[in-house]
């Protein structure tokens, strides 16, 4: 079993940053999912249990940076740009089976899931 507990998040304006970070109690595959009011959940961004590879969204591609201390077992969302369009809850995601440098984009492909801190984003 793995626990996932998760932090940052709040309310920004348009063109600020946040940071979340999501620590786990074991070393796992990770992603970033998000889902806005009304709308399906998502997939923001994944990086690999080694930390060696990660895949972004389209939307995020250029703006967010996942990245992980595994000597923390700690992921990190760096949310820059932010717009409007990005307000949502963000959920971290965890999986303990898979190769070391696999990334998973799914959310099927996840056993594990944070509380989800809210993200707003204002004009």
């Known amino acids: 079993q793995v626990q996932l507990v998760e932090s940052g998040g709040g309310l920004v304006q348009a063109g600020g940053s946040l940071r979340l970070s999501c620590a786990a109690s074991?070393?796992?595959?990770m992603g970033w999912f998000r889902q806005a009011p009304g709308k399906e959940r998502e997939f923001v961004a994944a990086i690999s249990r080694s930390g060696g590879s990660t895949y972004y969204a389209g939307s995020v591609k250029g703006r967010f940076t996942i990245s992980r201390d595994n000597a923390k077992n700690t992921m990190y969302l760096q949310m820059n740009s932010l717009q409007p369009e990005d307000t949502a809850v963000y959920y971290c995601?965890?999986?303990?089976?898979?190769?070391?440098?696999?990334?998973?984009?799914?959310?099927?492909?996840?056993?594990?899931w944070g509380q989800g801190p809210q993200v707003t984003v204002s004009s």
């Open positions: 995601a965890a999986r303990t089976t898979g190769q070391a440098i696999g990334v998973y984009r799914m959310a099927h492909e996840y056993d594990y």
């Open positions: 074991g070393r796992t595959s």
